[in-house]
């Protein structure tokens, strides 16, 4: 019971970044019918934003330690970060240990921009283009945003720590033992996802966002600029894959192909959920997440060598011949 | 010729003697010159260019003709590469044999996979060869060990029985692969002045294997067969309508292309017989794609240009570092010597992959038919100039896609 317990535990952590990523692909799918192959960069980008504001708050200045020498008798420096001179000793080292939390507000104003901007200048120019056109573009993008991303910050992975309060190990149950940190994306993942979805069900603009959704041209008749929405569910997408970014720098060190590698899982995953539903890309994601992690018992691997490896592809290759429209898929929606 | 227009017969002649000049083509400077980092003319390059060069035509099969974005090909390459490997380690060196049994695999990988996949399409389909190709690249990495030597990939041993051959050369190292003798690494320099030529074994071995690829394309492109796969990529609904099963089709066109693949990932192991899961990762799906748009899909010509151009500034670019950059930028004054460097050096060296993807994103955006698009719309306006009375027969050649 605790190691099945223990699994789905194990599942959740991976299954919220698949669920996050997911959420923003069918976003914007969605709304604006568009096939985003760069969105893993986008999940990139925002693990880098942590890194950025790590690097930042980091920024030091050598002073003279007092009566110390190093062993050439010169005075001993030692780099004092700037934080620590403005906030005083214990606030600033506790800031620079809450670093990757606090980049969370960075990422959301970056990601918001780097969506608007991303949607005006790009993506708006292929909305009448056929999909290929559009995974092609996305796809080229994601390779240049990755390479830029290498060009500054290097090809190795960076180790964005968490806070020392919560990198230690929790008693979940009596006899199972779990990562806090990894508890935390969870609650961060289940808080973003339910807020997207207040959002879009409980506030006048979420109601237009999903009347465009199931028929644009009409709320356009009715004289809404959709685009403009749109447009801002972009960014709320961009938005929701960096959030998911930040925080999984902790879990997993960040490096610039990270996004290539959950790209094609997530992509599995929308379609296993249902092309163009929200709660079937988070479900699909959990359910994958939880998939894997039990594929990667010992019990599985030595019944089925390689599960765990293949495990995810199957179940997409099952579904998708089997319920062509996935999970939750609605009926007309890229029925081909 | 041949069974070939005109048009197309002048196409053929003009691969046959690019492929076959090569070696000067490509190798314009002297050798000790400075500018002679560009030079492409030696043998594993050139080995790549046809190899690449069929794989993309192979692409082009499928995605030119019926518009079935495939990012998986690349399984189909390593299963080939696999295939031809194991023919070396289990019956002789001679590439032949090697080479037709890593065509007969991956045809009938690509049936399996093709069968499956091809029951949906659109971005499904996209997503069912990337699942595939996926599959085969994590098996391949880990359980399926035993057949392909995992992480360190598969390599010839001086114990591999080689029941037609010898399991050692004379010397006591591992025999060298083979055309009935022929060594593939055997290569002839011809100096020339300043200049070295290499002819390779090797190159004009995989030439001549592209130069067949490239007329069977033509005739695919040519024949009853080629036009039912543009009525797919068209309009399919129509097709059903007219009473027409498109399935048969798109799978024989998806099967031919794999086999191309399976070719093109034989070339690969005969001319280096080792092979890795990574040549089966989607990133190398990705590049077969990107070499087929760059160059142009759907053309004839343009998935070899654009194999050609990517493995060239691949090769040439990232080789340029940032002193050989300061070399150029040498005559400058210091301050504005450093200022061009900066702005340049993110492009070049490791940073290729940057001009790739940027050139890439150019081309998709603003010419959705590639370089041989390009091309014709330079010649296009050419022509426009010179005669403008003549304008209705350039909106005529306009009118025909590019091919």
Same mark, same amino acid.
């Given at each position: ?336 | ?250 799978? !024989? =066109? %998806?099967?031919?292309? $794999?086999?191309? +693949? @399976?070719? /093109?990932?034989?070339?690969? *192991?005969?001319?280096? #017989? ?105 010649? !296009? =306006? %050419?022509?426009?100039? $010179?005669?403008? +009375? @003549?304008? /209705?027969?350039?909106?005529? *050649?306009?009118?025909? #896609?590019?091919?």
């Amino acid at each position: 019971m605790d190691a099945i317990l223990l699994q789905i535990l194990n599942g959740l952590d991976k299954g919220s970044a698949y669920a996050l990523i997911a959420l923003g692909l069918t976003l914007i799918f969605g709304t604006l019918g568009v096939v985003n192959f760069a969105h893993g960069a986008l999940f990139m980008i925002g693990a880098f934003c942590a890194v950025t504001l790590q690097r930042l708050l980091s920024l030091s200045h050598q002073v003279e330690v007092p009566g110390q020498v190093d062993f050439l008798g010169n005075p001993l420096m030692a780099d004092v970060p700037y934080v620590t001179d403005w906030f005083g000793e214990a606030t600033g080292n506790a800031i620079i240990d809450w670093s990757v939390p606090l980049a969370i507000l960075l990422t959301i104003p970056v990601m918001l921009l780097v969506g608007y901007v991303m949607e005006r200048g790009l993506i708006k120019h292929f909305y009448k283009r056929p999909h290929a056109d559009q995974i092609l573009v996305t796809f080229g993008l994601a390779i240049v945003l990755q390479e830029i991303v290498k060009y500054y910050y290097g090809a190795n992975p960076i180790q964005t720590p968490a806070p020392e309060a919560l990198s230690g190990v929790a008693q979940v149950l009596p006899g199972v033992v779990y990562p806090i940190w990894r508890i935390v994306y969870f609650c961060f993942a289940a808080l973003i996802i339910s807020g997207v979805f207040a959002f879009l069900q409980f506030t006048t603009f979420g109601m237009v966002v999903r009347a465009g959704m199931a028929d644009r041209e009409t709320v356009g008749l009715l004289g809404i600029d959709i685009d403009k929405r749109f447009t801002f569910m972009f960014g709320l997408a961009a938005a929701v894959a960096g959030l998911a970014g930040v925080m999984y720098g902790p879990i997993n060190a960040p490096n610039y192909h990270m996004g290539m590698d959950f790209l094609v899982l997530s992509f599995v995953v929308v379609v296993v959920g249902g092309m163009g539903s929200l709660p079937g890309a988070v479900l699909a994601g959990f359910l994958l997440g939880i998939l894997e992690s039990f594929a990667s018992t010992t019990w599985a691997t030595t019944t089925l060598p390689g599960i765990n490896q293949i495990i995810i592809y199957l179940v997409a290759i099952i579904i998708l011949l089997t319920r062509p429209r996935g999970l939750m898929g609605r009926k007309g929606v890229m029925e081909d | 010729m041949l069974g070939l227009n005109k048009k197309d017969t002048n196409l053929l002649l003009v691969v046959l003697a690019l492929t076959m000049l090569a070696p000067f083509i490509l190798n314009p400077f002297p050798t000790d010159s400075g500018l002679a980092q560009f030079n492409a003319g030696y043998p594993d390059l050139m080995q790549r260019f046809a190899i690449f060069g069929i794989f993309a035509i192979g692409f082009n099969i499928l995605f030119g003709l019926t518009g079935y974005l495939s990012f998986g090909h690349a399984a189909f390459l390593g299963v080939g590469s696999y295939s031809a490997v194991w023919m070396f380690k289990l019956l002789s060196m001679n590439i032949l044999p090697a080479i037709i049994l890593s065509v007969i695999i991956a045809g009938l990988f690509a049936l399996v996979i093709g069968y499956v996949s091809l029951r949906r399409s659109g971005i499904y389909f996209s997503i069912l060869t990337l699942a595939f190709a996926q599959m085969s690249f994590a098996l391949a990495y880990s359980v399926l060990t035993p057949v392909t030597n995992g992480e360190t990939g598969l390599q010839l041993t001086l114990s591999d029985p080689r029941i037609l051959g010898s399991s050692a050369a004379a010397d006591g190292s591992i025999p060298v692969t083979n055309l009935f003798g022929l060594e593939m690494r055997s290569a002839w320099d011809m100096a020339v002045g300043p200049w070295t030529f290499t002819f390779s074994a090797g190159y004009y071995f995989c030439a001549i294997v592209l130069l067949v690829a490239f007329y069977l394309s033509i005739r695919i492109f040519r024949s009853p067969f080629g036009m039912m796969l543009r009525a797919i990529k068209s309009n399919q609904t129509r097709l059903n309508y007219t009473g027409l099963n498109p399935k048969p089709y798109t799978l !024989a =066109a %998806f099967v031919i292309s $794999g086999m191309y +693949a @399976g070719l /093109a990932g034989g070339l690969m *192991a005969a001319m280096d #017989p080792l092979a890795g899961a990574e040549r089966m990762q989607w990133t190398a799906s990705g590049e077969v794609v990107l070499m087929t748009i760059l160059g142009g899909a759907g053309t004839l010509i343009g998935p070899v240009l654009g194999a050609g151009m990517i493995k060239y500034f691949e090769n040439i670019l990232s080789k340029i570092n940032e002193s050989v950059l300061h070399g150029w930028f040498a005559f400058m004054p210091d301050g504005l010597e450093d200022f061009f460097v900066a702005i340049v050096y993110p492009f070049v060296g490791k940073g290729w992959h940057l001009t790739l993807g940027i050139l890439f994103m150019l081309v998709v955006i603003f010419l959705p038919g590639g370089l041989v698009e390009g091309g014709q719309r330079i010649g !296009a =306006a %050419f022509r426009r100039k $010179g005669k403008k +009375a @003549g304008g /209705a027969e350039a909106e005529a *050649a306009k009118q025909q #896609p590019g091919e």
